[in-house]
């Protein structure tokens, strides 16, 4: 099968790229005696789970969860806030047969996952979510309802406190290599200082689990932690690209797009890319790097330089000159094929079911089914 087989828009894996970035998150990891454990978010599709050395997998949602589990993994971490409107979905996967594990960060959820798992009798693994960097959900290791909130799940007969879980988020705004470093032993250390404070209230805290795709690659120091989570690194993107977590020939992942009109007045090419297959997600801001909505190439990979998708609609995508340079739309013809490399690849792959597989630069060689 080739390209133009393929009814656009559509999202093509380089496989030798995706095995390329597998290996050398595992080559890294080989330097540590610690557990792995993909996020399975990104990918949402077995196949690719098969190639990865992870031990269990980490999920954003339930659906997810039922996915993996209905393909043999057991080892699940739900590392999205429990909200109660999940509690029996949860219970029913334990009761299945899963080890799911969730997480919490305030006594109020606690209390009512406590009440529930009472009614059911059915024990939960529990996680305190940990803010390390002032980014989205977690408690602070400092605010003494931290320590509250690891006694009053201890104190249930089928909470199990797992340990602490935190998400460097911040890594994803970084202005350097360097920084993200920092950033990285900001998160061990907040992690590794959380898990000592519950310890020393005479608190079991066997797993400290922490994770993002630049601060896993880029920690040299793993002292105290038990486990890792990384998730976009098997694609990467252009926020990767940016942050310098990778180089344009490790992105595996693109949308292959149609030209379906122009408008020459406004110097502008239509796609067939718009947000429902690239997301409108503008991944980080890089004064020296403006790509907007996606890096266009041709179906060969070949960057167009003066080129960038400068806003997207529904199913519409416009691309425009990043310097203002006049467009030759004779070499942009109705239905001729280009390939976007989106921001952020896991918005963009959530948005299809089918990864076509891109094998030695040659031909599609297959596809994989995905959730």
Same mark, same amino acid.
């Given at each position: ?135 989205? *959900?977690?408690?602070? !290791? ?6 509250? /909130? &690891?006694?009053? +799940?201890?104190?249930?007969? #089928? ?84 942050? *310098?977590?990778?180089? !344009? ?6 949308? /292959? &797009?149609?030209? +379906?009109?122009?408008?020459? #007045? ?30 266009v190439t041709d179906i060969d990979g070949n960057i167009y330089s003066d080129l960038i998708v400068s806003s997207v609609n529904q199913e519409h ?55």
């Amino acid at each position: 099968m080739n390209f133009e087989q393929i009814e656009t828009p559509a999202l093509i894996l380089d496989k030798n790229i995706l095995c390329h970035n597998i290996n050398k998150m595992q080559r890294h990891l080989n330097n540590f005696q610690i557990k792995f454990r993909v996020h399975g978010k990104t990918a949402k599709c077995m196949e690719i789970i098969k190639l990865i050395n992870t031990q269990g997998i980490t999920v954003s949602n339930l659906h997810e969860a039922e996915y993996y589990f209905s393909h043999g993994i057991k080892d699940i971490l739900y590392a999205v806030g429990i909200a109660p409107g999940k509690f029996d979905h949860v219970f029913d996967l334990i009761r299945r047969g899963a080890d799911l594990s969730v997480i919490v960060d305030n006594t109020a959820a606690a209390e009512m996952l406590s009440e529930k798992s009472n009614q059911k009798n059915i024990p939960i693994l529990v996680y305190i979510e940990i803010d390390c960097d002032q980014r989205r *959900g977690g408690i602070d !290791p400092e605010d003494p309802e931290f320590i509250s /909130l &690891g006694l009053m +799940i201890n104190q249930n007969k #089928n909470l199990k406190l797992q340990g602490v879980l935190t998400h460097a988020g911040k890594s994803y705004q970084a202005k350097s290599i360097q920084e993200i470093k920092l950033i990285a032993k900001q998160e061990r250390d907040c992690a590794v200082n959380a898990a000592k404070i519950l310890r020393n209230q005479g608190l079991n805290c066997p797993q400290i689990s922490i994770g993002s795709t630049p601060t896993v690659l880029f920690n040299q120091n793993f002292q105290g932690i038990s486990e890792v989570r990384a998730g976009v690194y098997i694609f990467n993107d252009l926020t990767m690209l940016n942050l *310098g977590v990778c180089t !344009p020939d490790e992105m595996a992942l693109s949308v /292959l &797009g149609s030209v +379906i009109g122009h408008q020459v #007045n406004r110097n502008q090419i239509i796609t067939d890319t718009g947000w429902m297959s690239l997301s409108s997600d503008r991944g980080i801001v890089h004064p020296e790097i403006p790509l907007n909505f996606g890096l266009v190439t041709d179906i060969d990979g070949n960057i167009y330089s003066d080129l960038i998708v400068s806003s997207v609609n529904q199913e519409h995508g416009i691309i425009s000159s990043k310097n203002s340079v006049k467009i030759d739309f004779n070499n942009f013809p109705m239905g001729k094929l280009i390939r976007i490399f989106p921001n952020h690849a896991c918005a963009t792959a959530a948005r299809f079911r089918r990864y076509y597989l891109w094998e030695d630069k040659k031909e599609i060689t297959g596809f994989w089914e995905k959730i």
